[in-house]
């Protein structure tokens, strides 16, 4: 059951902070990013529960593909904002690699991969990639 967004001003003034983590780049750090991403939807579910329960779950796989897809792509450090909009939950990875995320063929033979950029698509309402020359922002916006 979906419910029609509304801004009244109750999410600043009930403290729904936003929740950015900084991460090495080390393949354990999916698990903290997902952590990170637990911790600020249980703070936002205290005041606006999601629209149905599937948007929880679409919003940690979302971050688990970013995040494994920093690991995997980019060498070094990753930072993950999470933050309320006033309909849903938007999403920015920061990771030093400058090139843009491609979709990529399934390839079972060759060890795997190849479904989470297309992954992401499907979940999100909006994707879009920034490029600096520190790297690059991917930012996603998901229902709440």
């Given at each position: 059951?979906?419910t029609?967004?509304?801004?009244?001003?109750t999410?600043?003034?009930?403290?729904?902070?936003?929740?950015?983590?900084?991460?090495?780049?080390?393949?354990?750090?999916?698990?903290?990013?997902?952590l990170?991403?637990?911790?600020?939807l249980?703070?936002?579910?205290?005041?606006?529960p999601?629209s149905?329960?599937?948007c929880?779950?679409?919003?940690?796989?979302?971050?688990?593909?970013?995040a494994?897809?920093?690991?995997q792509?980019?060498?070094?450090?990753?930072?993950?904002?999470?933050?309320?909009?006033?309909?849903?939950?938007?999403?920015?990875?920061?990771?030093?690699?400058?090139?843009?995320?491609?979709?990529?063929?399934?390839?079972?033979?060759?060890?795997?991969?190849?479904?989470?950029?297309?992954?992401?698509?499907?979940?999100?309402?909006?994707?879009?990639?920034?490029?600096?020359e520190?790297?690059?922002?991917v930012?996603?916006?998901?229902?709440w």
């Open positions: 059951m979906s029609e967004p509304h801004w009244d001003g999410l600043a003034v009930q403290g729904i902070p936003n929740r950015t983590a900084t991460f090495a780049g080390e393949p354990q750090d999916v698990t903290g990013a997902r990170a991403a637990e911790g600020f249980r703070e936002l579910a205290r005041v606006t999601p149905a329960p599937e929880w779950h679409d919003i940690l796989l979302v971050v688990d593909e970013l494994a897809n920093a690991v792509f980019a060498p070094g450090p990753f930072r993950l904002l999470l933050r309320r909009t006033f309909d849903g939950v938007h999403i920015a990875l920061h990771d030093t690699s400058t090139t843009e995320p491609r979709p990529r063929p399934f390839d079972p033979e060759g060890g795997g991969g190849g479904i989470g950029w297309h992954l992401i698509h499907t979940l999100c309402d909006q994707v879009s990639v920034v490029t600096q520190d790297g690059k922002d930012h996603v916006f998901l229902p």
